[in-house]
Nanobody, 129 residues
Framework: QVQLVESGGGLVQAGGSLRLSCAGSGRTFGSFGMAWFRQAPGKEREFVARITWSGDSTLYADSAKGRFTISRDNAKNTVYLQMSSLKPEDTAVYYC??????????????????????WGQGTQVTVSS
């Protein structure tokens, strides 16, 4: 398990950009695939993007494709979510999460929250129209 702390959220106008960061603790951070989820008020938590432990493969929700980029720097124990062309419907609390199991490769399906064993506390992103 790893401890995760998100940062970088805030208020931005539609069409703008934000970069979220997720700092992880522990020597095993680099052995876990990492993901971003988001949860809007009154809605279920939904998958946004995932990156493998090595960074060689990424997966995006349809809503994120072409606008968001997930990346990681294992030397800094940090995973990022670069978001551009933001829309009001991107407004949500964004959470980073670590895979439940070490060294898991690519997913062939959209992962669920149950596939992740560690979560951060979330960071609020608000996109105004």
């Amino acid at each position: 398990q790893v401890q995760l702390v998100e940062s970088g959220g805030g208020l931005v106008q539609a069409g703008g950009s934000l970069r979220l960061s997720c700092a992880g603790s522990g020597r095993t951070f680099g052995s876990f695939g990492m993901a971003w989820f988001r949860q809007a008020p009154g809605k279920e938590r939904e998958f946004v993007a995932r990156i493998t432990w090595s960074g060689d493969s990424t997966l995006y929700a349809d809503s994120a494709k072409g606008r968001f980029t997930i990346s990681r720097d294992n030397a800094k124990n940090t995973v990022y979510l670069q978001m551009s062309s933001l829309k009001p419907e991107d407004t949500a609390v964004y959470y980073c999460a670590a895979d439940r199991n070490l060294l898991r490769g690519s997913y062939s399906f959209i992962p669920r929250t149950a596939d992740f064993g560690s979560w951060g506390q979330g960071t609020q992103v608000t996109v105004s129209s």
